[in-house]
């Protein structure tokens, strides 16, 4: 069984940067196209970017400037490096192939102050 774990969130103020790393085993990445999700309390959860087998990537709109998604296939690695936070990102990020096959893993919290 896949498990997917994330990691790298945390508290920052507004106008800051976190780097989200995501590992997991075996060879996905090369299989599957790999997103990064959020979801804030009591809404569904979103997808925020992913990228495609071939490099290509893809960004909401929310995303697209701030947010890079990127991965490290040596290492089996997802990351979503987000700069310029605002308040309204503040929710549990996690990641999962698009669209999602595996179990969901903890996720990890990012909360940014105003």
């Known amino acids: 069984q896949v498990q997917l774990v994330e990691s790298g969130g945390g508290l920052v103020q507004t106008g800051g940067s976190l780097r989200l790393s995501c590992i997991a085993p075996?060879?996905?990445?090369?299989?599957?196209?790999m997103g990064w999700f959020r979801q804030e309390p009591g809404k569904l959860r979103d997808r925020v970017a992913y990228?495609?087998?071939?490099?290509?990537?893809n960004y909401r709109d929310y995303a697209k400037g701030r947010f890079t998604i990127s991965r490290d296939l040596a290492k089996n690695t997802l990351y979503l490096e987000m700069n310029s936070l605002m308040p309204d990102d503040t929710a549990v990020y996690s990641c999962?192939?698009?669209?999602?096959?595996?179990?969901w893993g903890q996720g990890t919290q990012v909360t940014v102050s105003s």
């Open positions: 999962n192939s698009v669209p999602p096959y595996y179990q």
């Open positions: 075996g060879s996905i990445f090369r299989d599957k196209p």
């Open positions: 990228i495609e087998v071939d490099g290509r990537t």
